[in-house]
């Protein structure tokens, strides 16, 4: 089967067309299209149409942590959620900071084929913070790497910083950002705040966020290269954000769902499945990075994917890993706290979570491109979503191997309904769909 | 009730039942024959993941003189990192049939999950969570406050006359390490809960960020406080010696202008009205937060608290387990 018809589906929320698509191209769009001979019919009746999703922050686990996911159950996932692209960040053991292992991790993705695998490498040797690891190597690889990122850890020296965003100017590469002033945040659990000071937990404050960003945006306009800053939490990292791209500064930003959805205030039943860095913030800050999202202070929505095994979840809370999975509840979440309350229309979920992802990692030309536009003759990355149909978080029915979704038992809107990944569809009647061997390309 | 995990869930009734059986419980206590049998049969557990001999010991009294048969579980090193071992004690005491479990934890929450998880059935009471709560000492305290500043003659132990009361009216003083202060934490609910006037006294460093929502006032000038609330209670926080070496070069630049600034001298125990009480949760650090004239004075009621303990732990325990049958049908 080389071709697909989507029979009256809306384009960006819009008038209802057919799309045909044929040998991995977007054919056509239009509404007077005919069914091509051989093309197999999908209903899109009622059904938006996206671009295939792009994440630029999903933390895959293997090599290393294959308990918790591995390459293909996280490419799945992140099929099952409408994604055609990750990025996998480089925490993996062995650390995704030499060619080999992050050509290992294209590979396997490549293998899986539920979606591009976009490997992030580290900035530094081992997440170690000392030594810059081998850029050019990775840049150089099969693995084209473009997004360098020591997430989970800051990269706090600002000599190491500084030299990171100059090194990667030479191949057009971004260091993104995991902003974490380590001294400030020393054994914290949650937002410093009103709630931590009277359930006892050590707080994470939002100016040891604020202050490296702060520090970062600097040394971006400096040293004229990009700075990408993952998961921003807060009010005032907005401001800063806002700050530094009217001053010309080559920065752009990432807000995770959880942060546009959740509050520390489940932080009060001490269940670490809402455990995460950064942490969950206040009210204010989630309607802060909700009107940045809409201004386009904030570029994107990543998911920062962390998936974890039962046990690293099932203890109390300071024993507990931060993280929490997002892959199949992004699109829904961003419906919800966006769509769903008129901020933002379906072209805009279109820019914050496939066209600038993808651009911002530099994946964007080429025969392999992601986040196109939707037609004719561009690369057949299709999501359809209906809008209207509602679900209930259930993570033992989600194709992530972790089961810790802090939405578990939420009623959200959306359902993922098909995804075309280059004209094959790795998704279709909300069923992920094993690709034969010879269909990956 | 089903579990005593924080002072922040009781309502004043529950409170003041709590403390009125405590009364009931110390008179039982001034009997030559201690125990009591009521709890027969039952097992409680105390399960310590930190050390705290004291706490142990008075929880274990406490049972014992209500006939309960008591183990002694005791996690100390079992680190954090290794979360788990929480889930697996659970079972194992869920196995052995504990009626009731008395936990202490480093972690913040730790008793609650125990409660909540869906590891364990039984009541769990939470004898200590990091930097959290402390509910029995809070009792306690609020206890042992009652029966010296609420009965016929302020200053003078009473425990008939005080009955069904509560402490409105009175104004209580907090000093020392709230940050890391579990008992701080305990003590500002309760106390406002059973209507009490208080107010929290530290080093702007040792005072959470979110302290000025708690229902309580905050400041930062001991002698100021003492001279214009001339208050009825004033109770001294351990202050950590390993606060001082911390992340940043420590909460107070030294010992020496801690005492100064937050310890309680004699000059400063002179300040108090006639009938005020001066408290601490132990241990005590002599000449840091509180010199030894202080904690040995007529106004000190330190040592009679821990004697209170054991009667509010009692009372804790009975109304936790006497209404609800036993594994063993006791
Ligand atoms: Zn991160």
């Given at each position: 089967?080389?071709?697909?018809?989507?029979?009256?589906?809306?384009?960006?929320?819009?008038?209802?067309?057919?799309?045909?698509?044929?040998?991995?191209?977007?054919?056509?769009?239009?509404?007077?299209?005919?069914?091509?001979?051989?093309?197999?019919?999908?209903?899109?009746?009622?059904?938006?149409?996206?671009?295939?999703?792009?994440?630029?922050?999903?933390?895959?686990?293997?090599p290393?942590?294959?308990?918790?996911?591995?390459?293909?159950?996280?490419?799945?996932?992140?099929?099952?959620?409408?994604?055609?692209?990750?990025?996998?960040?480089?925490?993996?053991?062995?650390?995704?900071?030499?060619?080999?292992?992050?050509?290992?991790?294209?590979?396997?993705?490549?293998?899986?084929?539920?979606?591009?695998?976009?490997?992030?490498?580290?900035?530094?040797?081992?997440?170690?913070?000392?030594?810059?690891?081998?850029?050019?190597?990775?840049?150089?690889?099969?693995?084209?790497?473009?997004?360098?990122?020591?997430?989970?850890?800051?990269?706090?020296?600002?000599?190491?910083?500084?030299?990171?965003?100059?090194?990667?100017?030479?191949?057009?590469g971004?260091?993104?950002?995991?902003?974490?002033?380590?001294?400030?945040?020393?054994?914290?659990?949650?937002?410093?705040?009103?709630?931590?000071?009277?359930?006892?937990?050590a707080?994470?404050?939002?100016?040891?966020?604020?202050?490296?960003?702060?520090?970062?945006?600097?040394?971006?306009?400096?040293?004229?290269?990009?700075?990408?800053?993952?998961?921003?939490?807060?009010?005032?990292?907005?401001?800063?954000?806002r700050?530094?791209?009217?001053?010309?500064?080559?920065v752009?930003?990432?807000?995770?769902?959880?942060?546009l959805?959740?509050?520390?205030?489940?932080?009060?039943?001490?269940?670490?499945?809402?455990?995460?860095?950064?942490?969950?913030?206040?009210?204010?800050?989630?309607?802060?990075?909700?009107?940045?999202?809409?201004?386009?202070?904030?570029?994107?929505?990543?998911?920062?994917?962390?998936?974890?095994?039962?046990?690293?979840?099932?203890?109390?809370?300071?024993?507990?890993?931060?993280?929490?999975?997002?892959?199949?509840?992004a699109?829904?979440?961003?419906?919800?706290?966006m769509?769903?309350?008129?901020?933002?229309?379906?072209?805009d979920?279109?820019?914050?979570?496939?066209?600038?992802?993808?651009?911002?990692?530099?994946?964007?030309?080429?025969?392999?491109?992601?986040g196109?536009?939707?037609?004719?003759?561009?690369?057949?990355?299709?999501?359809?979503?209906?809008?209207?149909?509602?679900?209930?978080v259930?993570?033992?029915?989600?194709?992530?191997?972790?089961?810790?979704?802090?939405?578990?038992?939420?009623?959200?809107?959306?359902?993922?309904v098909?995804?075309?990944?280059?004209?094959?569809?790795?998704?279709?009647?909300?069923?992920?769909?094993?690709?034969?061997?010879?269909?990956?390309? | 009730?089903?579990?005593?995990?924080?002072?922040?869930?009781?309502?004043?009734?529950?409170?003041?039942?709590?403390?009125?059986?405590?009364?009931?419980?110390?008179?039982?206590?001034?009997?030559?024959?201690?125990?009591?049998?009521?709890?027969?049969?039952?097992?409680?557990?105390?399960?310590?993941?930190?050390?705290?001999?004291?706490?142990?010991?008075?929880?274990?009294?406490?049972?014992?003189?209500?006939?309960?048969?008591?183990?002694?579980?005791?996690?100390?090193?079992?680190?954090?990192?290794?979360?788990?071992?929480?889930?697996?004690t659970?079972?194992?005491?869920?196995?052995?049939?504990?009626?009731?479990?008395?936990?202490?934890?480093?972690?913040?929450?730790?008793?609650?999950?125990?409660?909540?998880?869906?590891?364990?059935?039984?009541?769990?009471?939470?004898?200590?969570?990091?930097?959290?709560?402390?509910?029995?000492?809070?009792?306690?305290?609020?206890?042992?406050?009652?029966?010296?500043?609420?009965?016929?003659?302020?200053?003078?132990?009473?425990?008939?006359?005080?009955?069904?009361?509560?402490?409105?009216?009175?104004?209580?003083?907090?000093?020392?390490?709230?940050?890391?202060?579990?008992?701080?934490?305990?003590?500002?609910?309760?106390?406002?809960?059973?209507?009490?006037?208080?107010?929290?006294?530290?080093?702007?460093?040792?005072?959470?960020?979110?302290?000025?929502?708690?229902?309580?006032?905050?400041?930062?000038?001991?002698?100021?406080v003492?001279?214009?609330?001339?208050?009825?209670?004033?109770?001294?926080l351990?202050?950590?010696?390993?606060?001082?070496?911390?992340?940043?070069?420590?909460?107070?630049?030294?010992?020496?202008?801690?005492?100064?600034?937050?310890?309680?001298?004699?000059?400063?125990?002179?300040?108090?009205?006639?009938?005020?009480?001066v408290?601490?949760?132990?241990?005590?650090?002599?000449?840091?937060?509180?010199?030894?004239?202080?904690?040995?004075?007529?106004?000190?009621?330190?040592?009679?608290?821990?004697?209170?303990?054991?009667?509010?732990?009692?009372?804790?325990?009975?109304?936790?387990?006497?209404?609800?049958?036993?594994?063993?049908?006791?």
């Amino acid at each position: 089967m080389t071709s697909y018809f989507i029979a009256g589906a809306s384009p960006l929320g819009g008038e209802p067309m057919n799309i045909v698509l044929t040998d991995g191209l977007i054919a056509g769009i239009g509404d007077d299209l005919a069914v091509p001979g051989g093309a197999a019919v999908v209903d899109g009746a009622g059904l938006v149409a996206l671009p295939g999703l792009v994440d630029l922050h999903t933390h895959l686990r293997e090599p290393g942590r294959e308990d918790a996911e591995t390459v293909a159950s996280g490419t799945r996932a992140a099929a099952a959620g409408g994604f055609t692209a990750v990025f996998a960040m480089a925490n993996t053991s062995p650390v995704q900071d030499t060619a080999g292992v992050v050509e290992q991790v294209w590979r396997l993705g490549h293998q899986a084929g539920w979606a591009d695998v976009f490997p992030i490498g580290a900035v530094s040797v081992g997440l170690g913070g000392e030594h810059l690891a081998e850029l050019g190597a990775m840049a150089d690889s099969a693995a084209r790497v473009r997004v360098f990122s020591d997430d989970g850890k800051c990269v706090w020296d600002p000599v190491l910083m500084r030299r990171a965003l100059e090194y990667v100017k030479a191949f057009d590469g971004v260091i993104a950002q995991h902003a974490q002033e380590p001294r400030l945040t020393d054994g914290a659990q949650m937002n410093e705040g009103v709630v931590s000071a009277e359930i006892g937990l050590a707080g994470w404050p939002a100016v040891a966020e604020e202050a490296i960003i702060a520090r970062d945006v600097l040394l971006a306009q400096h040293v004229g290269s990009r700075l990408h800053v993952c998961h921003l939490s807060t009010a005032g990292s907005v401001d800063l954000v806002r700050w530094a791209k009217a001053r010309g500064v080559e920065v752009t930003a990432e807000v995770t769902p959880h942060h546009l959805l959740l509050t520390d205030e489940y932080a009060r039943g001490y269940d670490p499945v809402f455990k995460v860095n950064p942490p969950l913030r206040t009210a204010e800050d989630v309607e802060a990075v909700r009107a940045g999202l809409v201004d386009g202070t904030i570029d994107i929505v990543a998911t920062d994917h962390a998936p974890h095994p039962r046990e690293d979840k099932d203890c109390e809370w300071a024993a507990a890993a931060f993280g929490m999975t997002g892959l199949e509840t992004a699109l829904s979440v961003v419906q919800q706290t966006m769509v769903d309350t008129g901020r933002m229309s379906w072209a805009d979920v279109a820019r914050v979570m496939s066209a600038a992802p993808a651009r911002i990692g530099r994946v964007s030309t080429g025969p392999r491109a992601q986040g196109r536009p939707l037609a004719a003759g561009e690369p057949a990355n299709v999501t359809l979503v209906d809008p209207a149909a509602r679900a209930t978080v259930d993570p033992g029915r989600q194709q992530t191997a972790s089961p810790n979704s802090p939405l578990r038992g939420l009623s959200l809107p959306g359902r993922v309904v098909a995804t075309f990944l280059r004209g094959r569809p790795t998704v279709l009647d909300g069923r992920p769909r094993q690709a034969d061997a010879q269909e990956v390309r | 009730m089903k579990h005593l995990l924080s002072t922040a869930d009781l309502s004043r009734s529950e409170a003041v039942t709590i403390l009125d059986t405590a009364a009931q419980m110390a008179a039982t206590q001034e009997r030559a024959v201690k125990k009591l049998p009521t709890l027969r049969g039952r097992t409680v557990v105390n399960l310590f993941f930190e050390d705290s001999t004291r706490t142990r010991i008075s929880f274990e009294t406490a049972a014992k003189r209500l006939s309960a048969d008591v183990i002694n579980f005791s996690a100390k090193g079992s680190s954090v990192s290794k979360g788990e071992s929480l889930k697996d004690t659970a079972l194992t005491l869920k196995a052995m049939g504990a009626d009731a479990v008395i936990i202490r934890h480093q972690a913040s929450g730790a008793p609650h999950t125990l409660a909540h998880a869906g590891w364990l059935d039984a009541p769990v009471i939470n004898a200590g969570d990091g930097t959290h709560q402390h509910p029995t000492q809070a009792l306690l305290d609020a206890y042992t406050m009652r029966r010296h500043l609420k009965g016929e003659v302020r200053g003078a132990a009473d425990s008939k006359g005080v009955i069904g009361r509560d402490l409105s009216g009175l104004s209580v003083v907090l000093v020392g390490d709230v940050l890391h202060s579990r008992v701080a934490r305990a003590n500002v609910a309760l106390l406002h809960t059973l209507g009490a006037q208080v107010t929290l006294v530290a080093p702007p460093t040792l005072l959470p960020v979110g302290v000025d929502v708690w229902p309580c006032a905050v400041s930062y000038d001991l002698d100021a406080v003492l001279r214009e609330h001339q208050p009825d209670a004033l109770m001294m926080l351990r202050v950590q010696r390993e606060r001082m070496s911390s992340a940043g070069g420590g909460f107070f630049p030294s010992p020496l202008e801690y005492s100064r600034l937050y310890g309680l001298d004699q000059r400063r125990l002179d300040m108090l009205p006639g009938h005020a009480i001066v408290m601490h949760p132990g241990p005590m650090n002599r000449g840091l937060e509180i010199s030894a004239q202080a904690a040995d004075s007529p106004r000190s009621v330190i040592v009679e608290q821990v004697a209170n303990g054991v009667a509010v732990r009692m009372a804790v325990l009975y109304l936790l387990l006497a209404g609800t049958s036993g594994t063993e049908g006791a």
